[in-house]
């Protein structure tokens, strides 16, 4: 099937599958566009290891909420680490809010990734030894807010996710989807323009999972740009596009939402 939508994400080398098409604001620069991004990862001795990523182009717009799925060693994990500037790729472009970041130098890159991305993990990975309050601080701190203003844009967050009866506590007295929401926060103190999540239920139990992605829905509906990998359909279901990933290429690229007749 062809897409011949003029404004869709979509091209004619993509499966368009059994949904219409959300159409989408041509004008506004795309959050995330990846051209023909390639990942090898190579032996101590420069023989490669493997390929994880083979030439991938994808395109995230503005307010988009967009899993990303596929089976194990399809390459999720190494898309999602070069998406949020963890890992470069071997080859390719990545536009990141409209900048060329594979042309950036390594600290130019790092301040950029600050300014630009929060990123949830499935483990959580906060600091066991600080309050939530210090632990939603941190980026800032790496940024050179000054400590008040930390606190308050910290505090700000953690009532956003519903925690600020938790403050003065550290991550072990709370529970596992509370530990979440504090990497939430914190994920949102520098107010990205993008979320990246890994699995970011992948630890919780479903009730609890659930939870946390109605606060999803909720940035979500407030407009923020989402990207989560997930092995989990009624995670994706609630995602309005998913593009999946099959030996480093992607398979398909779907929207799910009902556009109006056109
Ligand atoms: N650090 C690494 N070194 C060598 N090979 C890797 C590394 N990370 C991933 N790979 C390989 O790249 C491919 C894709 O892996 P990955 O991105 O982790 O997939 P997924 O997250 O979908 O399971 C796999 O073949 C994997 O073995
Ligand atoms: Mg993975």
């Known amino acids: 099937m062809v897409c011949t939508r003029v404004a869709c994400i979509c091209n004619a080398a ?17 959050v995330i566009d990846i051209r023909g991004v390639t990942k090898v990862y190579y032996k101590p001795d420069g023989s490669i290891m493997a390929q994880a990523l083979h030439g991938i182009d994808v395109a995230i717009r503005r307010g988009e909420y967009v899993a990303i799925m596929g089976s194990s060693g399809s390459g999720k994990s190494t898309l ?16 990141l809010d409209g900048k060329n970041v594979a042309k950036m130098g390594d600290e130019e890159l790092s301040r950029y990734r600050g300014q630009t991305i929060g990123f949830i993990f499935q483990a959580f990975n906060l600091i066991p030894e600080l309050t939530i309050e210090a632990n939603v601080e941190v980026p800032l701190f790496y940024q050179g807010v000054p400590p008040a203003q930390r606190r308050e844009r910290s505090l700000e967050c953690l009532k956003l996710v519903q925690l600020d009866h938790r403050i003065g506590h550290r ?8 530990m979440q929401r504090v990497a939430i926060a914190r994920a949102l ?6 979320l ?23 940035l979500h509906q407030q407009g923020m740009t989402i990207a989560m ?5 009624t995670v994706s279901e609630r995602c309005e596009r998913v ?9 398909t690229d779907v929207s799910r939402v009902r556009a109006m007749p056109a």
């Open 14 to 30: 993509r499966v368009c599958g059994e949904y219409s098409h959300v159409p989408h604001d041509a004008t506004s620069s795309p």
């Open 80 to 95: 999602m680490n070069v998406l949020g500037c963890l890992d470069r790729p071997t080859a390719g472009d990545y536009f």
């Open 171 to 178: 991550p072990r007295e709370l529970s596992g989807g509370q």
């Open 189 to 194: 103190v520098t107010k990205p323009v993008l």
């Open 196 to 218: 990246l999540a890994d699995e970011p239920t992948g630890n919780l139990d479903t009730t609890t999972g659930q939870a946390i992605l109605e606060v999803f829905d909720q």
């Open 229 to 233: 990998v997930t092995h989990d359909p």
């Open 243 to 251: 593009v999946r990933l099959k030996d480093g290429v992607v398979e």
